[in-house]
């Protein structure tokens, strides 16, 4: 029997106050650590994965390149490599840009209340997606991802939307 994953609990400092099991976590609506990764390329697109039609929640939505918790005891930047190399099949450097808390309750009442760390990297091949996570992937300028929000939201993930457009400022300053 596989173990179901504990989510790092934080406070609004971030500072580790326990685990608990991530189902429960996101049932409860618990402040916990979680990870954003976007990946660029050299013409500065970025990397966007199409969610598995077999998910739990938010299955077929378009969202940044990967996210998951971090594990007790592990890094940022290792979280961030280890979950890119499960979903997406390749490792690159990454570097923490900026942080900040969101909540994002979802239709099967389940709560994404998350203390997220952005991560950003740089690659430019072609992804090896796992299919039990990635139905697929495409590359597109942020300006592209930030009209296409506009256009047509039920498309995204809600965290999403609301890390993309916390990123695309924090870009911008």
Known sequence: MK???QVILVNEKDEQIGLMPKQEAHEKAVLHRAFSVFVFNDKNELMLQQRALEKYHSPGLWTNTCCSHQRNGESNIGAGKRRLQEEMGFITELSETTSFIYKAPFDNGLTEYEY???????????PIINIEEVASWKWMLLDDVKKDIKERPN?????FKIIFDKFYKHQSI
């Open 3 to 5: 173990l179901e994953e």
């Open 116 to 126: 997220d760390h952005i991560l950003v990297g740089k690659f430019n091949g072609e």
């Open 155 to 159: 498309s995204y993930t809600a965290w």
